[in-house]
């Protein structure tokens, strides 16, 4: 993205975010992590997440999956009663 758009993009997302009544905590990279998290989880590669995503290494795309896991270990689920 050059200049121009970069502060059009921000603009529209301040709008947005305005729009939609979202704390200002959220900013547009939100969507992004999300959105990352939301293709490991329908079980895409982590190389074609890392592809898309831009990222420099897998290591970093190794993060987002972290945050990517469906359900709790069997510990937990053990705990609560679930097992």
Do not use: C
């Not at 905590?25 to 939100?30: Q, T």
């Not at 293709?39 to 895409?44: C, F, H, K, V, Y």
């Not at 995503?53 to 990517?68: D, Q």
């Amino acid at each position: 993205m050059n200049e121009k758009q970069t502060k059009y993009a921000g603009r529209r997302w301040l709008q947005l975010r305005k729009d939609l009544k979202l704390k200002p905590e959220y900013h547009m990279y939100s969507l992004r992590d999300t959105g990352i998290i939301q293709m490991l989880r329908d079980g895409i590669s982590h190389d074609e997440v890392a592809k898309q995503a831009g990222h420099s290494s897998i290591e970093i795309t190794s993060i987002y999956a972290l945050h990517a896991k469906k359900t709790a270990n069997s510990q937990i689920m053990r705990k609560a009663g679930k097992f």
